[in-house]
């Protein structure tokens, strides 16, 4: 009994289209494997887990997300990775630039609150591109504070982070509980709240 006219064109254009989709997938799986490249290498960074790979791309962090893995270099000159700064510590992570009038503006911000951060125990991180280091600003008066380089194409590339300033605040347990996109004079409620408003 031979099938009707309809089903046999929707079977052989779904076919033609399974396989138009695995071939445009090998096409990026090999560009990929062909492009790829290392991260970390203007920093002196060993980051060879850290290679364009799919199992490595990760999306926009988001609240609720686990802090990533995001490769930089400390202020004594060593490799560090600021997903093990924060173990176990409530920390503000803000990825800033010195050429950046809100982050700027930011970091008055903080600076007028530094005893209240100190005070609630938070580790202030401060992420600074490679080509805007060193930090202009001081942070003699946070009690816990460090000021970091990283490499822009690396967070750009895996984390999608690309404007400046981003604040994240993290739980002892590196969790995001909030992100604050830019700075217009005023943080986020649980921001705020978080560092002692």
């Not at 850290?50 to 004594?76: Q, W, Y």
């Not at 093990?84 to 803000?94: G, N, Q, Y």
């Not at 003699?140 to 404007?163: C, G, L």
């Not at 400046?164 to 002892?172: N, V």
Request: proline share 5%; glycine share 8%; with cysteine.
């Amino acid at each position: 009994m031979k099938s009707p006219i309809g089903l046999r064109a929707v079977v052989k254009w779904a076919l033609v289209l399974a396989i138009f989709a695995i071939v445009v997938a090998a096409g990026i799986y090999t560009g990929f494997a062909l492009t790829g490249h290392k991260f970390g290498s203007s920093l002196g960074l060993e980051v060879d887990d850290f290679t364009l790979k799919e199992e490595n791309l990760h999306p926009l962090i988001e609240e609720g997300d686990s802090f990533p893995p995001v490769p930089c270099l400390l202020a004594n000159g060593t490799a560090g990775d600021i997903a093990e700064m924060i173990k176990d510590r409530r920390s503000l992570v803000v990825f800033t630039a010195n050429d950046c009038s809100p982050c700027s503006e930011l970091f008055d911000y903080l600076q007028a609150k530094a005893k209240s951060i100190s005070k609630f125990g938070i580790f202030l991180i401060v992420a600074v591109p490679t080509d805007s280091y060193p930090y202009d600003e001081d942070l003699s008066n946070f009690k816990n504070a460090a000021v970091v380089q990283f490499e822009n194409d690396y967070v750009t590339d895996f984390h999608n982070i690309r404007a400046r300033p981003i604040m994240f605040a993290l739980d002892q347990y590196g969790f995001v509980k909030a992100i604050q996109f830019g700075f217009d004079g005023v943080t986020n409620q649980y921001i705020a709240e978080f560092i002692g408003n």
